[in-house]
């Protein structure tokens, strides 16, 4: 059986890592005129800024400054929104692509986390109804 990708639907939203949520926040509103708005109860503090209804750029608070050691950029990861969760997941497994899934808190939604060859990560979101194995996958 051949697996297929998912049915991707829109670019859903940019996350960058901060020491200085406030500082990136008032940027961000004052030069493109987000709005901060609501966002689940997630681990890390931040803030997440939106275009009209839709949560464009989710700021997560760290605390420390890139160092010689840890030269990852502002970025953290891009999110795309999805439909197909079980046929992507089994897709994913057929491609030896290891991954996880994550429901969040409140919203249900179904965030499926990956990396590329490059280290960049990935998630992929899936609407609450969706249902399949939601088990990780490591290939062998």
């Not at 803030?47 to 989710?58: G, K, T």
């Not at 890139?66 to 992507?88: C, K, M, Q, V, Y």
């Not at 990560?121 to 088990?135: K, V, Y």
């Amino acid at each position: 059986m051949t697996t297929r990708p998912p049915q991707l639907h829109a670019l859903h939203h940019v996350n960058i890592q901060t020491t200085d949520c406030p500082r990136l926040a008032k940027f961000y509103t004052a030069v493109l005129g987000l709005k901060a708005g609501p966002r689940p109860p997630v681990r890390s503090p931040g803030v997440w800024l939106y275009l009209d209804d839709i949560p464009l750029l989710h700021l997560n608070e760290r605390d420390h400054e890139p160092s010689a050691t840890n030269t990852r950029p502002g970025i953290h990861h891009f999110a795309l929104t999805a439909s197909g969760l079980d046929h992507f997941l089994r897709h994913l497994r057929e491609h030896k692509v290891a991954y996880h899934v994550q429901v969040v808190p409140k919203l249900q939604t179904r965030l499926v986390k990956l990396t590329d060859p490059d280290g960049n990560h990935l998630e992929i979101l899936f609407n609450p109804r969706e249902t399949a194995d939601l088990a990780p996958f490591t290939p062998e």
